[in-house]
């Protein structure tokens, strides 16, 4: 009889350990912390050059760019502006996929945008990528307009084609000169983030600007924006 309650009450406690074993372990699982937000990579710039795309070249919207993200507190990392420009004045062309480096990008609200510059521009897989009007947000976290807002500020600076690179062509009528242009004799491939509008809605090349002027780039559904990405 002895013997009976004495391995009753071992069952009893070795029932109590395990549950209380198995409370603590799924204690520690509810306060494992959450791993942490990713950091800015990718953003559209919340303001233009103010000169439509006259930018002062590749380097000018650089700056801008670094000039957004320092302020928005992500200025210790270097910030491209994903254009591409023609060959010129004997140096190359430039494409806007080969100066944004290797991805992944996020962002500002730390949601991933693409993994990696083919996941980008779609070589494995089109419109594989998350720039949409819900996550293609500026420096400061905030929605760019689009389609169905006053104004339509969806159209984006490029100057690329599908697969960011430069199409065969003079630079004064894809990248209003190399962005260094407000003519409105020249013109740029625009992009739309919200990927609406018309009967192509690619985020890099959904048609040309009416021209390069600043009242050029609103009249298209734009207002100079475009696409900042970090490098590293």
């Not at 806007?96 to 991933?112: F, S």
């Not at 720039?131 to 100057?159: C, F, S, W, Y």
Request: aromatic share 6%; glycine share 14%; hydrophobic share 40%.
């Amino acid at each position: 009889m002895h013997t009976w309650i004495r391995a009753s009450v071992v069952v009893v406690l070795l029932g109590m350990l395990a549950i209380a074993g198995s409370s603590t372990g799924q204690a520690q699982q509810q306060q494992a912390p959450a791993p942490p937000a990713q950091p800015m990579s990718f953003f559209i710039t919340s303001v233009g050059g103010g000169n439509g795309g006259n930018l002062g070249g590749l380097a000018g919207a650089d700056k801008h760019c670094q000039t957004l993200a320092a302020a928005a507190g992500a200025g210790n990392r270097t910030w491209r502006a994903y254009m591409s420009a023609a060959a010129a004045g004997g140096q190359p062309a430039v494409y806007a996929r080969e100066r944004i480096g290797n991805g992944p990008w996020y962002n500002a609200k730390g949601q991933l945008i693409a993994r990696d510059v083919a996941d980008l521009h779609g070589d494995i897989e089109r419109d594989r990528n998350n720039i949409r009007k819900p996550t293609a947000l500026n420096e400061k976290g905030q929605e760019v307009k689009g389609v169905g807002d006053m104004p339509n500020e969806h159209d984006m600076l490029t100057g690329s084609d599908s697969h960011g690179r430069i199409p065969i062509g003079a630079a004064a009528v894809l990248t209003c000169n190399n962005w260094t242009s407000n003519a409105d004799t020249d013109r740029a491939l625009l992009g739309h983030h919200d990927r609406l509008g018309g009967g192509n809605a690619s985020w890099n090349a959904a048609h040309m600007s009416a021209g390069c002027s600043q009242p050029a780039l609103v009249k298209t559904g734009g207002a100079g924006l475009f696409y900042c990405f970090a490098a590293n």
